[in-house]
């Protein structure tokens, strides 16, 4: 299986900070990554798929980066509305996976 | 607008079973690759398995820690996807969330099973 990993696991940040948040594959993934917003008792949001493909009404400040094995997910100038915990996934090969989860909470 | 809806999950002894269901409307449903994942309290997402397409195939696939445990089907012409659950352990109690995609793009609002010893 496909073990994904995330770091940090969690980040203290304030409003207006860039928050970068890091997910590695055990293997290659090719593009098959994508990361989720989660806030407590709601259904994860897909933010980005493949990769670096921002989904339809997602703000421009998220974007991703990467291929391979080594992603990044970057928050630039982070909002109130954005602290929450982000995953990333993997869809390239069965079982597919999530990472652990990255915390981004008020400094 | 599309949505899912899961059904009514609940309290069930260790041991048991239990059926999940999610309705699905607003996108063609019989295209469409149907994922489940769970959340249990506190803790971070797990992809379950998923039920492809009949156009791709309509195989189902599973993640290691089902171990024959859980079954998913799909009935199209309900628009319904289904997980039955067997041999329920107090690790399973979690929120159970259905999703659309390979890479699961529209969820459900989730729903909660709660195991008991």
């Known amino acids: 299986d496909i073990q994904m990993t995330q770091s940090p696991s969690s980040v203290s940040a304030s409003v207006g900070d860039r928050v970068t948040i890091t997910c590695r594959a055990s293997?290659?993934?090719?593009?098959?990554l994508a990361w989720f917003q989660q806030k407590p008792g709601k259904a994860p949001k897909l933010l980005i798929s493949?990769?670096?493909r921002l989904q339809t009404g997602v703000p421009s400040r998220f974007s991703g980066t990467g291929s391979g094995t080594d992603f990044t997910l970057t928050i630039t100038s982070l909002q109130p509305e954005d602290f929450a915990t982000y995953y990333c996934?993997?869809?390239?090969?069965?079982?597919?996976?999530f990472g652990p989860g990255t915390k981004v909470d008020i400094k | 607008e599309v949505q899912l809806v899961e059904s009514e999950g609940g309290l069930v002894k260790s041991g048991g079973s239990l059926r999940l269901s999610c309705d699905g409307s607003?996108?063609?449903?019989?295209?469409?690759?149907m994922n489940w994942v769970r959340q249990a309290p506190g803790q971070g997402l797990e992809w379950i398995g998923l039920?492809?397409?009949?156009?791709?195939?309509?195989?189902?696939h599973y993640a290691a820690f089902v171990k024959g445990r859980f079954t998913i089907s799909r009935d199209d012409s309900k628009k319904k996807v289904y997980m039955e659950m067997n041999i329920l352990k107090t690790e399973d109690t979690a929120v159970y969330y259905c999703?659309?995609?390979?890479?699961?793009?529209?969820w459900g609002q989730g729903t909660l099973v709660t195991v008991s010893s």
């Open positions: 996934h993997q869809a390239d090969s069965f079982p597919f996976t």
């Open positions: 039920v492809k397409s009949k156009p791709d195939g309509g195989t189902t």
């Open positions: 999703a659309t995609g390979r890479t699961p793009d529209f």
């Open positions: 493949a990769a670096s």
């Open positions: 607003g996108f063609t449903f019989s295209n469409a690759w």
């Open positions: 293997q290659d993934i090719s593009s098959w």
